[in-house]
């Protein structure tokens, strides 16, 4: 069985006084849980996440790591900083980061690989911009994302490794990929998987869906073959929200 995720990505949202609020708030709903539940604030927020989620069956992630281990990387973050903090997922390749921030498919691959070494999982996000879906070639881009990022990955390694799929063209926006397509591209993902290890490997590869899933779409989405999760924006920042997305993952 795959283990099914439900990540939330908190963005640049919540000082460390909310990120403790908002704990609270979750942990009631993410008590007894059928799934992991992930929850990702700032970098900032994670002394605070990490003492507020103690006890719980709630797993601190961070946004973003390093792939050296110091050095001068100015606002960067290492593997050994963020699990002296409690982190055990971290999120990679995000279209925010890849837009705003100049992050690579060269530098995904890194992160990703630093991330195992170090013990942390990697939640690696891949998805296609509006045009290139509109240009039919989404198979063709998220296959070759999925591809750079494992490069040099091992087989066990690959397993522990979580990929998100986030059309780039529904985060933030409030479109959301219908579930049938949310399933094909996943689907493609696993396949990608399966032609560099084995389909023994796909298998066990936990798929997440992203943009903009949330309470009133999640049970459609979370219901498909090779939805296995979800990494989730917006709604994870309300309680009852992310709540309902965790009930959806039965």
């Not at 439900?6 to 919540?14: D, E, H, P, V």
């Not at 989404?138 to 999925?146: G, K, L, P, S, Y």
């Not at 390694?157 to 926006?173: F, H, L, M, N, S």
Request: proline content about 3%.
């Amino acid at each position: 069985m795959r283990k099914t995720i439900i990540a939330g990505n908190w963005k640049m949202n919540k000082t460390p006084d909310e990120a403790t609020a908002l704990i609270n708030a979750i942990r009631p709903v993410a008590s007894g849980a059928n799934c992991e539940v992930v929850v990702c604030p700032t970098a900032v927020c994670l002394p605070a996440a990490k003492e507020a989620l103690a006890g719980s069956n709630i797993k601190l992630g961070a946004q973003n790591v390093h792939f050296e281990k110091s050095g001068a990387f100015t606002g960067e973050l290492s593997v050994d900083m963020l699990k002296a903090v409690g982190v055990e997922y971290v999120i990679i390749g995000h279209s925010e980061r890849r837009q705003y921030f100049g992050e690579t498919d060269e530098t995904v691959n890194k992160r990703t690989k630093a991330a195992l070494a170090g013990g942390l999982i990697p939640i690696v996000c891949v998805g296609e911009l509006l045009w290139e879906r509109e240009c039919g070639i989404t198979n063709e881009v998220v296959a070759r994302q999925v591809k750079l990022a494992l490069f040099g990955v091992s087989a066990e390694d690959a397993k522990k490794t979580v990929i998100a799929y986030e059309p780039v063209w529904a985060i933030g926006t409030g479109k959301t990929a219908t579930a049938d397509q949310a399933d094909e591209v996943c689907g493609v993902i696993r396949a990608t998987i399966a032609s560099l290890y084995g389909a023994e490997v796909a298998e066990e590869v936990t798929i997440q869906y992203g943009g903009s899933m949330n309470a009133g779409n999640a049970d459609e989405l979370l219901r498909k073959e090779n939805v296995d999760g979800g990494l989730i924006g917006g709604a994870a920042l309300k309680a009852p929200d992310f709540g309902a997305i965790i009930a959806a993952a039965k």
